[in-house]
């Protein structure tokens, strides 16, 4: 039987970059199966002239002086610019891990027995979990994720 | 002792890589690497199969991961567990370090000047460095065709700077490679000099690049020596002072052109071997192949550090072909 747990959704904005959301949730029950299902969208930013802002910000602040010119006039080589939010997974007893990738929809699942790449396996304990999402990059100016986290029975090994 | 090939960053499809452990291993083997790193995004995940990959492959795999921060990303290697990175602030860096170095492992810089957020968060080091001591090694040469590239020129600068500030650091390679696909661009590899004996691989590989015995390359292996009274000095060592000492040195400069010769390949030609130290350059030769081991003397008066660089025409570019790391001067 499907048990969820957490059924969130959000909307983040530029401003939330290089900061975490933690979700931590309560399981009562130890055992089975932990399932993950994280969205965010868009992925990309579309608007050429904002995504030209952003780079041209970049190159000022962070190439030398006598390369800002030929850089800023390769701008499109540094796009498109990406939104990217990472899971990570603690449990009670532990870090379980991080699906570190660009893909804006993952479905990750942890047992005693296996885990998503990225992810370790780990028991199913009762108590306080976390499921973390790190901002590494908001560029458009509203990015919505939603996120549901359920417990299950694991099937026959 | 014995040099090895090594190829200190790799991702697999534990974090955005797009190939398996043993893929990578038998890929790294294939190009005639004896050791990699492991450094996945933010996990040590894709470990889990290590010893017997190692044994089905023959590939050495050092365990580590690209601490893939907001204002940085860290290359860690030799840590036996996770290092969590998601409370580090700009500011925090040497609190994570320490925790590195409490598990033996060491860190490096990795592309420290690769442009950062927005195009990749993080991917330009913004970490405030308060004791350089604790930088274990920059990665100065990523991904491939490195040192024609501007951020990794920038990167080779800010080491030879802080070799002139008097620190002992590290400089390595990393193809943070992400993926099996078929390249013509020149590979860079890092050579270890690693110790012999019975202590685990890892230990001996991070004990190597500790030392500092290091050599970086496109093609040829490039070997340093010193001789300072009669006591040979090798890449890594430290010149011992004294009121006595010489004022002259006997440097010996040695290429190794069979190591992965089947690997790159070098137009013939006449390359310039420079040794270069503090005090800029010491001296510069034109040499073929078969002229090397190279011979010369230089006073070491006021040197912290000497270096030596092979210069030459790759894929039609004149440009750095390999570098040795220091020998240091108390």
Redesign the interface.
């Known amino acids: 039987m499907k048990k969820v747990i957490v059924d969130a959704r959000g909307r983040v904005t530029p401003a939330s970059s290089k900061s975490h959301i933690i979700h931590r949730f309560f399981l009562a029950s130890a055992g089975g199966r932990l399932g993950i299902n994280f969205w965010y969208g868009p992925k990309q930013l579309e608007d050429l002239e904002k995504a030209r802002t952003l780079v041209e910000r970049s190159i000022d602040l962070y190439f030398e002086e006598e390369t800002i010119a030929q850089a800023k006039a390769h701008f499109k080589s540094y796009l498109p610019l990406n939104n990217l939010i990472t899971v990570s997974v603690d449990s009670p007893n532990g870090h379980l891990g991080a699906a570190h990738r660009h893909d804006p929809e993952q479905f990750l699942h942890i047992s005693r027995h296996e885990a998503s790449p990225g992810l370790v396996c780990g028991d199913i304990v009762a108590g306080m979990w976390e499921v973390t999402l790190s901002l590494h990059a908001i560029v458009t100016d509203y990015c919505e994720y939603s996120l549901q986290i359920w417990q299950e029975e694991e099937a026959a090994q | 002792m014995t040099w090895i090939a090594c190829e200190l960053h790799t991702h697999?499809?534990?974090?955005?890589g797009r190939q398996s452990l043993n893929e990578l291993a038998l890929g790294a083997k294939a190009l005639g690497f004896d050791c990699i790193a492991l450094t996945?995004?933010?996990?040590?995940?894709?470990l889990?199969r290590k010893e017997q990959i190692e044994r089905e492959t023959g590939l050495l795999i050092i365990p580590g991961m690209e601490w893939?921060t907001?204002?940085g990303h860290m290359v860690i290697i030799g840590v036996k567990d996770?290092q969590?990175w998601?409370r580090v602030g700009p500011g925090d860096i040497h609190a994570g370090l320490a925790r590195v170095h409490e598990q033996g492992g060491l860190a490096g810089m990795a592309h420290p000047?690769r442009?950062?957020?927005?195009?990749c968060?993080?991917c330009?080091w913004e970490f405030e460095i308060r004791d350089w001591n604790e930088i274990d090694y920059i990665e100065v040469w990523s991904t491939t065709f490195a040192p024609v590239k501007?951020n990794n020129i920038?990167a080779y600068r800010l080491w030879t700077d802080k070799l002139n500030e008097g620190f002992r650091l590290a400089a390595t390679s990393g193809r943070d490679w992400h993926l099996q696909e078929r390249t013509d661009a020149p590979l860079s590899v890092t050579y270890l000099r690693i110790q012999e004996g019975e202590a685990p691989f890892t230990e001996r590989a991070i004990e190597a690049l500790s030392s500092g015995r290091v050599s970086v390359t496109l093609g040829p292996r490039l070997d340093l020596e010193v001789n300072v009274n009669g006591e040979v000095y090798q890449i890594g060592d430290a010149v011992k002072g004294s009121d006595e000492r010489e004022r002259l040195a006997s440097v010996k400069v040695l290429a190794d052109f069979t190591s992965r010769h089947e690997h790159w390949h070098l137009p013939e030609q006449s390359f310039t071997v420079s040794l270069k130290s503090n005090l800029g350059v010491l001296s510069e030769h034109a040499a073929m192949p078969e002229q090397l081991p190279l011979h010369t003397e230089i006073s070491v008066q006021g040197l912290l550090w000497m270096r030596a660089e092979l210069w030459g025409i790759i894929q039609g570019v004149r440009t750095l072909i390999a570098f040795t790391n220091a020998i240091y001067f108390d």
């Open positions: 697999t499809f534990h974090s955005d996945d995004h933010n996990t040590m995940a894709g889990a893939t907001f204002f996770y969590d998601r000047f442009p950062g957020s927005p195009m968060t993080g330009f501007k920038r």
